[in-house]
Structure formats: C-alpha cells, structure tokens
C-alpha cells in the first residue's frame, strides 16, 4: 500500500469510485510498500523524529518509510546532493569535519562538485519534497472533509427525525427511542475513521518535518563549512 492508499482507497466496495484526476507534477514517491531493505538516513542517532499521539503511532513508520523510498526515488544521475547526503548522514550531521570529509571524498568522485551546485539540489530535494507533502495534506483533509460531512448530515437528518417523532410522542414512542439511540452513536461510528485520518496527517507532518530537517540541517553545515 502506497501513502497515497491512505486517502484515496475505497473503504466501501459498494460505494462509487470518485474520477481520478490527472497530477500536475511527477510524483516520484512509491506507490506500493517500499523495499524493507532501505537503510534510514533521516531518523539517525543525529535526528529523532518528533513524538506523534500512541494510537497514530503504527502510522509513522509507514510514512517514514514511504518518504525515505521517494527521496531515493528522486536521485538525479550522477553525483549529486543525494550522495552527498547520504554520506554526510553515516557520520554526525552536526560535526564541520564531516562536512569537510565528505567534500573532499565528493571532489574525488566528480571534480564538478561545489558547495553552490550542492545547495541548489538541496533545494531542488526540499521542493520536491514539499510538493509530495502538500498532496498528501490536500488529500488527507478532503477526506476528513467528507467524514465530517457525512457526520454532520446525518446528525441533522436524525434530529429532524426526532423532532418530527417527539410531536408523536405518544403514538412512537419507540421510534423516538430508536431515533435516540441512532443520534448517541453517530460520534462512535464515524470518530474512529475521523481519528484515523488526523493520525494519518500528524503522521505525514511528523515524516515531512524530519526529513526537511535533516536535508536543512546539511544544508546548513554545507553553507557554514565549505569554503
């Protein structure tokens, strides 16, 4: 399942598939389960990703995941930020040698590299990035739109049924009692797929934060220890 399946997948096989509408950018981001092969480069001993509430917990891994296999994904050809990166991240992200180390092996590779070239892919990584995350957002918050529209319609639809039911008080007192009880549970029934949406959403916020942190944080270094 791809972090997309998140938001777009159809709960209700009887419920009609909305059109599917052309993206307007190349998503580069895996559309099924990433390779349980990849070695993290985001959450290292220099890098925890932030808390997120116990029960989106089982959610974060998954994004995390999803993000690291996009970010491999978007390797350009050649020697570039992502190898940069990826060396930078066996070592302590916030030691200058290791910037200076990890230039100096860069330089070995591809004589072409500067700091300047080395910026403006990290930049080209972070837009890239943020682009895959406010997809995610847009898509995860019509979602939630949706529940919370359906919750609101039939809640307005019950309470109109039980005023009409409460002028018969006497005739249905057993369908004002039914009505009741419909009316109770309608938080119930739809809070667990409202809960799981907001915990799919603070994952991708937690997962997009801690990436973009760790790619500025290089950044950083390479602005400040690279001649």
Known sequence: MGIKDFFFINENPEEK???EVAPTYTNKFPTSN??????????????????????C????????????????????????????????SVGDKNNPS?????????????????????????????????KVYNEYVNAGNSKKQDALAIQTSEKQSLSK???????????????????????????SKHQPKIDEIDCKLMANEVAKKTILDSINIVKSGIQNNLN
């Open 17 to 19: 598939k909305e059109p």
């Open 34 to 55: 990433p390779a349980p092969s990849i070695v993290p480069a985001f959450t290292s001993q220099n890098q925890i990703p932030q808390p997120v509430a116990p029960n």
């Open 57 to 88: 917990e089982p959610y974060l891994n998954k994004v995390m995941e999803m993000y690291e296999k996009g970010f491999e994904n978007l390797n350009q050809p050649g020697y570039d930020f992502f190898e940069f990166f990826k060396t930078i």
């Open 98 to 130: 290791t910037y200076v180390m990890a230039y100096n092996m860069a330089k070995v590779m591809d004589a072409s590299v500067n700091k300047e070239n080395l910026i403006s892919q990290a930049d080209f990584y972070v837009n890239e990035i943020t």
């Open 161 to 187: 049924e039980l005023e009409d039911l409460n002028k018969q008080a006497a005739e249905i007192s057993a369908k004002i009692s039914a009505a009741k009880n419909n009316l109770e549970n309608i938080a």
